[in-house]
């Protein structure tokens, strides 16, 4: 089982910069393809970027050229950097793990999931 804990949402404007990062419980980390999402109020819960075992990405259109997510398998973490982030950007932003590595823009493909940290831009 995996456990994660999102850190470093919070209030910034736009045009402005944030890092979360995700840290994972366990020590079969490596074995995990990562992945981010977000579900702003009323919408439905949707794909921003993944990682793969070997490090492949893969962003939504929406956040390409703006966020870059990493990986760092000694430290069990996985980060999402955000920059030029825009009003539409604000939403709860999940980390997720999924064993397999398949259909990584799909939420049902994920094992684990974390709480959860908000993003508030303001414009």
């Known amino acids: 089982q995996v456990q994660l804990v999102e850190s470093g949402g919070g209030l910034v404007q736009a045009g402005g910069s944030l890092r979360l990062s995700c840290a994972a419980s366990?020590?079969?980390?490596?074995?995990?393809?990562m992945g981010w999402f977000r579900q702003a109020p009323g919408k439905e819960r949707e794909f921003v970027a993944a990682?793969?075992?070997?490090?492949?990405?893969y962003y939504a259109d929406s956040v390409k050229g703006r966020f870059t997510i990493s990986r760092d398998n000694a430290k069990n973490t996985v980060s999402l950097q955000m920059n030029s982030l825009k009003h539409e950007d604000t939403a709860v932003y999940y980390c997720?793990?999924?064993?397999?590595?398949?259909?990584?823009?799909?939420?049902?493909?994920?094992?684990?999931w974390g709480q959860g940290t908000q993003v508030t831009v303001s414009s």
């Open positions: 997720a793990a999924d064993l397999w590595g398949t259909s990584l823009d799909t939420s049902k493909s994920y094992d684990y």
């Open positions: 366990g020590r079969t980390f490596s074995r995990y393809a």
């Open positions: 990682i793969g075992k070997s490090g492949s990405t």
